[in-house]
């Protein structure tokens, strides 16, 4: 693939925009995997095997993606739109490339894997791989999902049991249960779930007479957020990332 066309595919702007780069000299590649320093490449329309490839575009590495697939630990006071009303949005987090790269639909760039409220915290998932979304977010998978939960009375056994028993809210007569879920301090309840309703969380804490103060959420199926992955930070997820994930 022309070096200019991998730019493009993974976001760096027009091919017209990515060959200029590359002439200005603002793009090296790592010759190998196990290169210590890329070597410059002012030929737009040199062939290289993209996949493995790693390049350098002005002064940042990147690893060639065909699917970008990465973990953002948002951080309070954000939202989960393109579009925010109120707070700024998570995709102001991310570099251009991640929120500019080619898709056929009219929305470019990675895509957040389901939402997270403004005052939550915690792990999320973007991608522009749209059959990896619909599988993340089809009822029929149930991928579940670890939340730490703060509280503002004390939790009690009663609460704890209710939640895993079931608890039926306001939009639908069929109990939702807990797929786990343990008191870990007087006020800090570890809630996992399976399904992904409306302010499931706080509506189901609400159904046992409390009430969440934070919210937090700590694993999607086996891929717990990295403890030196701070608010606001993103990282690439590997190939075991996305296993731990699938379950």
């Known amino acids: 693939m022309e070096l200019q066309e991998i730019l493009y595919t993974q ?3 027009t091919r017209r925009v990515c060959a200029g780069l590359i002439q200005q000299g603002l793009v090296q590649v790592y010759a190998s995997n196990d290169a210590l320093a890329p070597v410059p ?6 062939d290289f095997v993209a996949d ?4 350098r575009v002005q002064g940042v590495d990147w690893p060639y993606q065909e699917k970008a697939y990465v973990m ?25 490339p991640l929120r500019t790269r080619p898709q056929k639909g009219a929305v470019q760039g990675v895509q957040a894997v ?5 005052d939550t915290t915690g792990l999320l998932l973007l991608t522009d791989d749209g059959k990896f979304i619909h599988r993340m977010s089809s009822p029929r998978h149930h991928v579940p999902k670890v939340y730490e939960v703060t509280v503002k009375h004390p939790l009690d056994a009663k609460q704890v049991q209710k939640l895993l028993d079931g608890v039926v809210l306001d939009d639908d007569p069929k109990p939702v249960r807990a797929a786990a879920c343990e008191a870990i301090g007087e006020y800090h309840l570890r809630l996992t779930l399976t399904e992904g309703k409306y302010h499931q969380v706080k509506r189901m804490v609400a159904a046992v007479s409390n009430r969440v103060e934070a919210l937090h959420r700590s694993q999607i199926g086996g891929l717990v957020l990295p403890p030196d992955l701070l608010p606001g930070q993103w990282r690439w997820l590997s190939t075991a990332d996305l296993a731990l994930i699938a379950g």
């Not at 953002?72 to 251009?96: N, V, W």
């Open 52 to 55: 493995g490839l790693r390049f």
């Open 114 to 118: 389901g939402r997270l409220d403004q």
């Open 11 to 13: 976001g760096f702007g």
């Open 41 to 46: 490449c002012a030929q737009a329309a040199t």
């Open 72 to 96: 953002l630990h948002k951080p309070t006071a954000t939202e989960c739109s393109q579009k925010p009303s109120t707070y700024p949005s998570i995709y102001t987090l991310l570099p251009s």
